[in-house]
């Protein structure tokens, strides 16, 4: 379809699917920014489009609303996944994808009405190397380092899960606001140790497999849920001995669940949601560069 696009989420992130293929239009930072704002355009927490690759069964281009390209988004693949199941363009069940954070592995979970619910993403290693991010605090690795941040002084444990996360902890039975996140999360996304900035979790535990997590996305702000935050604060939690794996992450939209191997291999499963397929008006589309 000409213009077209699919609209899914993950507990509550949200993505929008095309397929560049089928657009009239090139998606650049400007364009992305008209059609993710949610007054203005469709609404979404980022783009994904479909492009080619040479190393795995598809390849995966995702872009924040700003305009940013993200390496790797965990709600995004999950959506990206259904849309391939729902619209035909594969009929197997297991495949690879090619992100800008490396290659993962889909296994899909075909409900009783043909819908593929919940998808299971083999998303490939968590490293603790600041290099990996980057951030530029020279330690061999970001556990527990020192950070200042809105006036407040914490220490943060940094993680790649082929994007970036900086997750900062508070002790079991010290919830987080959403105050904190509404400042703390811009002041870490641009902060200085991060110059390509970073995603934000504020993340507490909750049980001996279990926290819970607020989320700020580097290029989106606050959202609902986040696979790879998800994926990258169960592996700071293991790391730091405070849970064991598998790690049930509690976030305002949902749970995820996330199996982190001994090497910090990372598995993540969970649900997803198509909400709407349709076509960019021609109107619109002549309003954008
Ligand atoms: N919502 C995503 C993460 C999307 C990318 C992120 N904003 C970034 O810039 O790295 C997820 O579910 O992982």
Redesign the pocket.
Known sequence: MKNGFFRGH?LG?DYIVMDPTELSFQLTPSNIKAICDRNWGLGS??ILALVPSKKADFGLR?F?PDG?E???????LRIFARYLHATGKTKKKHFTVDTKGGLVTIDLHVDRHGDASAVTVEMGRATFKPEALPCTLSAGELIQQPIEAADRKLSFTGVSVG??HCVVFKPAGEPWSREDLLTLGPALEHHTLFPRRT?VQLAVPTGPKEISILIW????GE?Q?????SCAAASAAVRLGLVKSPVTVKMPGGTLNIEVAPDFSLTMKGPVAEVARGALSPSFVRGLR
């Open positions: 993950g992130n927490d980022g995702i924040n940013s993200a390496e790797k988004s965990g709600n995004g994007n970036p995603n996305e580097r290029g989106a959202t849920a986040s696979g790879s935050s």
